[in-house]
């Protein structure tokens, strides 16, 4: 009898204190802007690891509400892909065969014989 891997656990949802964010200057056109504001941000969700950078808009709120999102969708599709990773190895583990070591056993009867020699998966 073999056992099942566990499914991963259901993911939660962000806190903002599990993620760090760290501001830095957005790169590309804008202008004088651009290389005078730190607009663009990296968020890092420190129990995981991940981490995502945005600098699509001029200010750093949106810049941060859109690391937020992307960071929350790339956890969700981690645990997807876990998921999936998991569900495959229960298909395969069910095609797996476990052979036993057979057991023999043997009685004694009443005059002091062994009998039997049975094999016992």
């Known amino acids: 009898m073999s056992l099942r891997p566990a499914p991963p656990p259901t993911p939660k949802e962000l806190r903002p204190e599990e993620v760090t964010f760290t ?3 957005a790169g590309g056109p804008g202008g004088q802007h651009v290389n005078k504001t730190a607009s663009a941000v ?3 969700h420190t129990p995981t690891g991940l981490q995502v950078r945005a600098a699509a ?4 709120k949106d810049n941060r509400r ?3 999102a992307r960071l929350s969708a790339l956890q969700r599709e981690a645990h997807e892909t876990q998921t999936q990773l998991t569900q495959a190895q229960m298909r395969l583990g069910h095609h797996q065969l476990t052979r036993g070591a ?3 056993s043997w009685t004694l009867d009443l005059n002091g014989a062994l009998r039997g020699g049975s094999a016992d998966a």
């Open 23 to 25: 501001a830095s200057r």
């Open 42 to 44: 990296r968020a890092i």
């Open 57 to 60: 808009s001029r200010r750093q």
């Open 66 to 68: 859109e690391a937020l």
């Open 102 to 104: 057979p057991v023999r």
